[in-house]
């Protein structure tokens, strides 16, 4: 049954209601009430130790590059945080260097997808298939397209061409377009967590590189409108990161899926490959064209396959 903005509103209500009630709680009356220094103190000793109970637990059950690729896909998700730090000076920026930056993404995407996903993804196909790898590897691109088309028609969302349109005016608007990218950041990050898991660290490396890159630009695009809309701008780029933190989820399910199941190793290459692909065809180029052609964005997204290619190369 498909999900109507109804559903989105009483989802959007049910967290607000959550966030409500650990406000009134006795823990957080508490922590309101700690000096300033000692509560941030108290705050970052909890968050840290957390990290180290998770990280601890994975190192534990499945070794050393389970955990680099864990803490490669947050990085990679927190690099949407990173993109939105300008809406904090800026309500708009030029359309022109907007369609830049989303046309080097859809580069960087489509050479990392290239070299870190489909070349290596046909060889391990040949290893559990000789002279079928190619035919997997395909097999999971047409998985992780129609997973991504599936999603995309049954949550309701703006598609990423309306950030620039001004028809993203209302603040439903804005939250079934974060609803969208949200949706998309999941199979990046599980595509960063199944290159890891193949062995490769120097794919997973530049994966990780290129979604961070990509994730910069989606950033932007996710707090500015809030920003336009009166939102609080550090509470416009607090929303924008945790768009980008659905990313560690992918990632580990994606890393502990493929060093559990070696032999689905090439599909699920195959699968990251096609999510990816699916996203730079259906939101982002189509998004860098959306006024008219843009010899910018065309430019961009040249040098962005060029750099994402060359790094790939000088780390081989």
Do not use: C
Request: net charge neutral; no cysteine.
């Amino acid at each position: 049954m498909t999900l109507t903005t109804k559903t989105v509103t009483k989802l959007q209500r049910y967290f607000e209601d959550q966030v409500d009630a650990i406000k009134s709680s006795e823990n957080y009356q508490k922590l309101l009430a700690m000096p300033p220094l000692k509560r941030w103190a108290t705050l970052a000793g909890l968050f840290l130790l957390s990290q180290l109970v998770v990280f601890g637990a994975l190192y534990l059950i499945f070794g050393r590059i389970v955990v680099i690729g864990f803490f490669a896909s947050i990085l990679a998700g927190l690099a949407t945080g990173l993109g939105a730090l300008p809406a904090l000076f800026f309500k708009n920026i030029s359309q022109n260097l907007f369609n830049s930056m989303l046309g080097a993404a859809a580069g960087v995407m489509l050479a990392a997808t290239a070299f870190s996903l489909l070349v290596p993804g046909m060889a391990y196909g040949n290893l559990v298939s000789p002279g079928k790898g190619i035919y997997i590897v395909s097999f999971g691109m047409l998985i992780g397209a129609l997973f991504l088309h599936y999603a995309d028609r049954q949550l309701p969302h703006v598609h990423f061409e309306s950030v620039s349109d001004t028809h993203l005016s209302s603040l439903k608007k804005v939250w079934l377009f974060i609803i969208a990218i949200t949706i998309h950041n999941f199979p990046e990050g599980m595509s960063v967590g199944v290159s890891f898991g193949s062995g490769e660290m120097k794919n997973g490396v530049v994966l990780a590189i290129a979604i961070a890159l990509q994730n910069i630009p989606e950033g932007l695009a996710v707090a500015l409108p809030l920003v336009g809309l009166g939102y609080n701008k550090w509470r416009a780029v607090g929303i924008a990161t945790l768009t980008g933190l659905v990313e560690p989820v992918g990632g580990l399910l994606g890393i502990t899926m493929v060093t559990l199941f070696q032999p689905i190793l090439p599909i699920a290459m195959g699968f990251a490959a096609g999510a990816m692909l699916f996203v730079i065809s259906e939101e982002i180029i189509p998004e860098t064209h959306s006024n008219g052609r843009s010899r910018y964005a065309t430019f961009a997204l040249m040098i962005g396959f060029i750099i994402m290619m060359t790094l790939d190369n000088m780390l081989g």
